[in-house]
């Protein structure tokens, strides 16, 4: 059997304010983590439109992503009971910085989201192994240090977002 090898693509938003990173506390079946607001792209959206919308989702506040902190692959790998080979997830991360805007009052967190927290790179990097993905301490230090790339970097064809009797 020929099986394609795809990674899984996720969008994450690196947001800071006041010298401190807005992250959301989840529940994980390794317990409470911590992460950046992120999760899956979902079909039709574009890199941009699934960090927008998986910041809200995740932290009730709209957010414009400005720039591209960077594009990030990691694995994950679990046993899994009672079968031979064990979870393995590559991920492939788009990490954008931008404006945190206006807390949408009384909107559900996503499913498994405990609350959003407001940390100091300090703090983030004193709990790295509450972390849920190497990534968030990664993105955060790039982040710190600099690294924006413009949006058009990300060219999204028109093709994406076709209904699928077009494609």
Known sequence: MN???KPSATVAAIIE???KFLLVEEHTQDGLRLNNPAGHLDQGESPVQGCIRETLEETAFHFTPDALVGIYMSRFERAVPGQTH???ITYLRFAFCG???AEVEGQALDEGIVRTVWMTPE???ACAHLHRSPLLLTCMEDYLSGKRFPLELITTD???HAPLSQR
């Open 3 to 5: 099986t394609r090898w």
């Open 17 to 19: 304010r006041q010298g």
């Open 86 to 88: 064990p979870l393995d």
């Open 99 to 101: 404006t945190l805007g």
């Open 123 to 125: 703090e983030i990097r």
């Open 158 to 160: 028109p093709s994406v």
